[in-house]
């Protein structure tokens, strides 16, 4: 478990790597820094009070107390009987879900990529993990537990405990969540200078290749480490998220050569990430051909996604709401069709012979997130837009956010060309 948490930990700056690429040279560094200062300002939110809201006694059935475990109390190693979380010490399920808190909230970043203020994105990231990510993930993954004689001895969430909804790693928590709050702030933010008439190219096809693929090899910590422990659970969401995965890559380039005549390494790396998402709520529920069926239907939809930001005139820089949004909604949904009763856990979709009873449970679940986390997103931005501002200056932007808010360059253009001057006269 251990080992996954710093799976799910490298996909933190593997985010960062797929997002940097994608931008231009003049905002790289900030786009790195956006998702490694998350890895820092929310490890220690998490520590302080995070953990306690998510998994901490019920309060008005919402939140965990934030009090209960504050600064982690009675956790770690020096209690007098170390505490369990299920069947592993509850220190290790503390530094797992600490991971996934970082990394949701690292995903928003992409949508207001080149034109977000630094110490906005602190102020909004804190806030927002506060007061949309730590709730929803105590609705989600916290769970009922009781004592040897069957007594309630604490109730988890309501998503995972009264709905009933499935979401074994976090397709609602994580994903919805992220793309739901990433549209609401490109709304309140705005577009970027020039969009959508200037294009905005990657800089570095290489950095988006290589963040896919700590995402993807990160992803087996996030997906087979939900299973808790080293076995064969956490096997079958291994298998099942790489079958997903790779036909949603499969699916994304068909249409790409379908609609453009060209089949592209950024269309590659979109379509891992696009069935990583989609497969994250279901690997544990799904088989190999529901695994096939939601990696193709979430590599194409998500392929046609990410171009309604044309459409809609919203300018979601890095396609946050086209592939994690669409893609979370897909594989959520997708649950309630194709759950395969065979895979032992307990749920059975429409398509086998379920009925309609948990297609409505995933429907709600994920309504219920994109909803909140949409709602609060938009307060959010407004309380940060009127008080310290969101955007960067024109100037900053047209600059560049590295010089502008890090006074840093990520390369010396000036230098090499210089060098590459001085070859030519003496060749």
């Not at 080149?114 to 993930?137: C, E, H, N, Q």
Request: proline residues 3%; contains cysteine.
């Amino acid at each position: 478990m251990l080992v996954s948490a710093a799976f799910v930990l490298l996909m933190t700056p593997g985010l960062a790597f797929f997002y940097g690429g994608m931008v231009r040279a003049k905002n790289v560094l900030n786009m790195l820094m956006m998702s490694i200062s998350a890895m820092g300002l929310v490890g220690v939110l998490w520590a302080l009070y995070g953990y306690s809201i998510a998994f901490g006694d019920n309060t008005f059935g919402l939140i965990g107390d934030p009090t209960q475990f504050f600064g982690l109390k009675g956790l770690l190693s020096g209690a007098e009987e170390v505490p369990l979380a299920g069947t592993i010490p509850a220190s290790v399920f503390v530094a797992f879900q600490m991971m996934f808190a970082i990394i949701t909230v690292a995903l928003i970043s992409g949508a207001v990529a080149d034109r977000l203020k630094f110490s906005a994105w602190l102020l909004f990231a804190g806030i927002w993990a506060t007061v949309v990510y730590f709730p929803v993930a105590h609705w989600v993954f916290d769970f009922d537990a009781t004592d040897d004689d069957g007594n309630l001895v604490h109730e988890g969430g309501w998503i995972a405990n009264k709905l009933e909804a499935v979401d074994f790693a976090g397709g609602t928590a994580v994903h919805i969540n992220a793309g739901a709050a990433a549209l609401a702030l490109v709304l309140v933010i705005g577009r970027r200078k020039g969009w959508p008439g200037t294009p905005f190219r990657p800089h570095n096809l290489p950095f988006v290749m290589l963040g896919a693929g700590l995402l993807w090899f990160g992803w087996f910590g996030f997906n087979a480490g939900s299973a808790l422990g080293s076995n064969g659970l956490a096997g079958s969401t291994f298998v099942i998220t790489s079958v997903a995965t790779s036909t949603a890559m499969l699916a994304w380039l068909l249409v790409e050569k379908l609609r453009d005549g060209k089949a592209t390494s950024l269309g590659a790396a979109s379509g891992i990430v696009a069935g990583l998402v989609a497969i994250t709520p279901s690997c544990s529920s799904v088989n190999v051909l529901g695994a096939l069926a939601i990696g193709a239907v979430s590599g194409a939809l998500c392929a046609l996604a990410v171009g309604l930001k044309f459409k809609f005139g919203f300018d979601d820089s890095l396609d946050v709401v086209g592939v994690h949004l669409v893609g979370g909604i897909v594989g959520t949904v997708m649950v309630g069709f194709v759950a395969a009763p065979e895979m032992g856990a307990g749920v059975t979709g429409l398509f086998y012979g379920g009925g309609f009873d948990l297609l409505w449970r995933q429907t709600v679940g994920a309504a219920v997130v994109l909803a909140f986390s949409f709602i609060a997103t938009l307060i959010i931005a407004y309380i940060v837009k009127f008080t310290i501002g969101l955007r960067a200056s024109e100037e900053a932007e047209s600059v560049g956010l590295d010089e502008s808010e890090h006074a840093e360059t990520a390369y010396d253009f000036a230098a090499v060309g210089s060098t590459a001057r001085s070859a030519v006269k003496e060749a």
